[in-house]
């Protein structure tokens, strides 16, 4: 029978001073990996306490763990059948919490993998947080609060009358979960009552205190929060997890450490996406292996350990992976990480360190039905844009000189000149690797090579071809961005402009100049041009096909947000 719980009532906010005497949930339950027998689920509270999450007659407990003011838990729930579809429920200290009593929504799920069916995948990235009304749900043109209607929103709406069948496998977030620099109102009236925002950094959110309102805000919505503990999720961070423009540069790194209040900011920013969104990308077995989560739950308060950590992550980079993978059946996803772990030594930048891209080559090896490389930042982009970011980084470098090299930092700053393009080493030698894989140098080729990628605020699919006879497996770069940031019309137009033909020769010319070379390879879109709405993407993989299909958030007639197909085709 299938009951419905109102979790609509109020949520206690994080770090609510008044306690109440029983524990409350906070935040979550968020249900993050699934294999084919156990799953992870991942919450918040406002007190100490033992949480217990469970399925039927089997359960997991776990106690809380304490970070400055906040708790959390993350429970593994095991012995699960394989390919199976189950209802679970969350209590706190032997008080059921979820479902929340009274809800408009189906009872939370988990399927579990290995049931030999096709694996749906719902992809995405960019989303501001904010009501989903007038004039939030606006476009931007017709109200500059509008951010149009909200893609994830639409898609959780639709899939709470799906049957458990129809649920994707998981909800892969591509970067740009949360907007430091353009909190929610909650969050920035949450930051305006606890210090003077006319003074550095303003209304962009400065520590983890404020981190923790910004997550509550932009996850608390009932839809959202029910999705999220009901569809498995995947997430890599990207610059708004932070700030815009975060670590673009070697130059932008050395300015932004000598403001005084940035250690706050890139602490609260590393300890909350470590506790929000990295331990949920683990596998139980990464879990286990980790020393910092041990510590963590043995000690009072991990306050200073976080702290600790995340300064250290921020100052020394390397050594530190942020990539992680998950297998669905024999289709393999790797997330790699293309911001936290950069190496932005002027002249020898990379992506990530040796250690990760040898990490990286080692997880693209084996035999898998298809290929999935999730990254935030497109590594097609538009051929003009590509070629413009590739001289940019050589001009930056010092190609042309000392004058032309601070012009080209004002430049890349500006236009956002930071993607695998602007990074040539490491792109040359991504594509190597899609080219080795693809010809079936490490395993057998798979049906398909597909890159996920978002940022860029319009999405696309383009299709590679190498001049390689070798090559086997058809390679595409998906970009699905925003699900609820739509872009002003000047960017849109600039971007549109990458894609022709006017725009690639004049950035071949400039990498020319500069002395690129270019890989054998070239790509096009496979529609006529980018989209700029709100959307979300999908991608079915079953045995060798694969299919992507991409739906744009509107308004329909009764006014509620809904999802509309623009596009969709077969991958192989
Ligand atoms: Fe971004």
Known sequence: MLLFWDIRAPLRSPGSEIRAAVPELVLGPL?????????????????????????????????????GDHHYALVRITDLEPGSCFEYEVTLDDKKVWPAAGSSFPPSLIRTLGGGEAVKLVFGSCRISAPHEPPYSLSYERDKRGLGVDALYAMAMRLRNRTAEELPHALVLLGDQVYAHKPPQGALEFIRSRRDTSKPPGEEVADFEEYTRLYWDSWKDPAIRWLLSTVPSAMIFDDHEVSDDWNISESWLEETRTH???????????????????????????????KLFKKVRNSDDAW??????????????????????RDFGRVRLI?????????????NRSMVDDEEWAWIEDKATGHFDHLLLGTSLPVLLGPGMHLLQAWNEAVCAGVWGEGAKRWGERLRRSQDLDHWASFHGSFVALIGLIQRVAAGEKGNPPASITILSGDVHHGYLAEARFRDDNVQSPVYQAVCSPLRNALPGRKSRLQDVAWTRIGELAGRLLSRLAGIEVPDIDWHLTH??????????????????????????FQNNSGEPDLRRIYERNLS
């Open 304 to 325: 200073p350990l976080l702290r600790e950590f995340a300064y250290r992550v921020h100052r020394t980079p390397r050594g530190t992976r942020w990539s992680y993978h």
């Open 335 to 347: 997330m790699m990480d293309s911001r936290g772990g950069r190496v932005l030594d002027e002249g």
């Open 260 to 290: 005084p209040w940035w250690n706050a900011e890139i602490i609260g920013a590393h300890t909350s996406y470590w506790v929000y969104q990295h331990l949920g990308n683990l596998s139980p077995e990464e879990i286990a292996a980790s």
């Open 31 to 67: 249900l993050r990996h699934v294999g084919p027998t156990d799953a992870t689920v991942w919450l918040e509270t406002d007190s100490s306490c033992e949480v217990q999450a469970s399925v039927g007659n089997i359960s997991q407990r776990s106690p809380t763990f304490r970070v």
């Open 528 to 553: 006529s041009e980018p989209w700029f709405e709100n959307y979300v993407a999908t991608l079915e993989l079953d045995g060798p096909h694969a299919k992507i299909t991409s739906k744009e958030a």
